[in-house]
């Protein structure tokens, strides 16, 4: 009798066991079909503070996705002095002329108009306590900088905006 007990017992624990396996393989699958579904908006919160930095520095998205930026200052300075906006640029732009010239044109949200071209999309510039959404289609596939457009904020607020 307590042989035959035990022989349950194991052949008990052995189901249980296969079955733990099976639904362990079941979530791989599950999780491996997620991974390759793309959702069709991403949204991306980045915060900006009064330290004149973002607390991110590279943002990934997926070609063919719309995406949900928002832009959240948490500091507590005002837009006159501690202003800050959420700038993508094509490739190619070079960065440090293009944040040079847009000192000069705070009535144009410290955009140069005469390189609007070289944007692909922008947010407002906000102050303390606020915060900002654009959505945008995401550009095609690569690596483009965006940037703080406030003056001398570029060289800290800046990052890569990566689509894959
Ligand atoms: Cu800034």
Known sequence: MKTNRLAI????????????AEKEAATAQEEQAVQEEVPAVVEVVIEANDQMKYNLDRIDVKAGQKVKLTLKHVGQLP???MGHNWVLLKQGTDVAEFATAAINHKDNGYIDPAKADQVIVKTEMIGGGQETTIEFDA??????DFICTFPGHYSMMKGKFVVM
């Open 79 to 81: 837009v006159e002095s």
């Open 139 to 144: 550009p095609e596939k690569g690596i483009y």
């Open 9 to 20: 017992l194991l052949l008990a624990l052995a189901a249980a066991c296969g079955g733990g």
